[in-house]
């Protein structure tokens, strides 16, 4: 069956650390992945797309990477920020389709 | 440019009661989605649409949800009769590109269900 699984638990880290999310799928062929950050009570908000030829992407303090072998994403805040704090979605693009995982709740600590 | 807006916040029902939500997405948006968000869960999408016509709704309950994206723009979600698993977040979202295309979605702040 069809699946996308992110870290189950929640994510606790220090203050300045770097923050590695993960995004594994199986029984998919996405043509793209994207990553969501999601605030209590809000809506999510795009944060970085990558596509299938594409090994890494960055964008200021955001990295994200992207195996199509191993199927996962890994998503990486580097010098994290309690303002970092929220739940992070990854999303496939496949047959026409966004698809989304469960999230994983991040939590920066002072 | 102003956002996707949804109404109403917040609503709560009895089960077996209808309920109806609307969404206006982004002006020039072409595909509008609406995804259901059950706590603690990722968003699970219900229907799609590319202008005012359906390219997927394989996982809308069609027996007690319907929506319709009247003349392209604006859409309604509508549950008749509510049951209590139906109780979640309706977020809708559009983007720029045909049929998810490459691009963003765009959400609105959601719509919370509570069914009593």
């Known amino acids: 069956s069809q699946k996308i699984e992110q870290n189950s638990e929640a994510l606790n880290i220090q203050e300045g650390k770097t923050a590695t999310l993960t995004c594994n799928y199986t029984n998919y062929s996405p043509a793209y992945l994207q990553w969501y950050r999601q605030d209590p009570g809000r809506g999510p908000v795009f944060l970085l797309l990558i596509r299938e030829n594409e090994k890494e992407k960055r964008k200021e303090r955001l990295k994200v990477t992207f195996d199509t072998t191993l199927k996962q994403s890994l998503f990486h805040i580097t010098a994290s920020q309690p303002a970092d704090s929220a739940t992070y979605l990854c999303?496939?693009?496949?047959?026409?389709?966004?698809?989304f995982g469960s999230g994983t709740r991040l939590s920066i600590r002072p | 440019e102003a956002g996707v807006a949804q109404s109403p916040r917040y609503k709560i029902i009895e089960k077996r009661q209808s309920v109806a939500f609307w969404c206006n997405p982004i002006?020039?948006?072409?595909?509008l989605y609406w995804y259901q968000q059950i706590l603690g869960q990722g968003p699970k999408l219900l229907i799609q649409f590319q202008n005012n016509g359906v390219v997927d709704d394989s996982q809308l309950p069609k027996d007690r949800f319907s929506a319709e994206r009247l003349k392209g723009v604006d859409s309604t979600l509508k549950i008749q009769p509510a049951k209590l698993e139906d109780s979640a977040v309706y977020l809708c979202a559009s983007s720029r590109d045909r049929s998810g295309g490459t691009g963003e979605l765009f959400f609105g702040e959601g719509s919370r269900l509570t069914v009593l």
């Open positions: 999303a496939l693009f496949s047959a026409s389709k966004i698809i």
């Open positions: 002006s020039g948006h072409a595909t």
